[in-house]
């Protein structure tokens, strides 16, 4: 096994036990549910993070959307992609309650700021520029040897610590200091 494919076997390597724990799951097998929540437990709740600061309000739509998969386990095997599939189901799930909560609410319509247009349109334009901005990336990344792009996707892209990716990487601390080093002198210098 080449070292440099190491992240992307990992993630490979997940993606398949996944799919033999969805199938499990279909069968009936409740250890593999179990299985299912424990490995995307934390990857839920770090995005949903990003999506509210209401911890209680996160565990719940969390809760909700397991209970949602456990009931609904017949369908499981349609899913492509699982981790997906449960990132919009948290979303839409957030979404939901949220608007509860406002329709509920004892503020009266007048006092709330409803979204105007400019906005609709701003976030378009922020998307769109986020878009170019990756394929930017992704552009400039193609012209890094694998191993400094690796490196430079584990720490600015997945946020590992250095000490995260000597593991992965199999390397020292310095080697790894000086392979992102070069990797970002080169990016300079092609942007420049």
């Not at 993070?49 to 969390?62: A, F, G, N, P, S």
């Not at 200091?177 to 070069?182: A, E, G, K, S």
């Amino acid at each position: 096994m080449k070292q440099s494919t190491l992240p992307i076997n990992l993630m490979q390597e997940k993606a398949d036990q996944t799919v033999h724990l969805l199938s499990a799951f279909q069968s009936g097998d409740t250890s593999a549910f179990s299985s299912l929540y424990d490995l995307y437990i934390n990857v839920l709740y770090n995005y949903g993070h990003k999506l509210t600061t209401d911890k209680e309000l996160l565990k719940d739509c969390i809760h909700d959307v397991f209970v949602r998969l456990y009931m609904r386990r017949s369908e499981v095997c349609s899913i492509e992609n699982f981790k997906s599939y449960m990132f919009i189901s948290l979303k839409n799930k957030l979404c939901d309650e949220i608007r509860k909560r406002i329709y509920m609410s004892e503020t009266a319509v007048e006092e709330t700021n409803p979204v105007a247009m400019d906005n609709v349109e701003e976030s378009y334009l922020n998307r769109e520029k986020e878009k170019w901005n990756n394929m930017m990336v992704d552009k400039l990344l193609k012209q890094l040897s694998p191993r400094q792009r690796e490196a430079l996707t584990l720490y600015y892209i997945e946020e590992k610590k250095y000490e995260d990716i000597c593991e992965i990487m199999s390397m020292n601390y310095q080697s790894v200091r000086n392979l992102m080093h070069r990797g970002l002198t080169k990016l300079r210098s092609i942007v420049q």
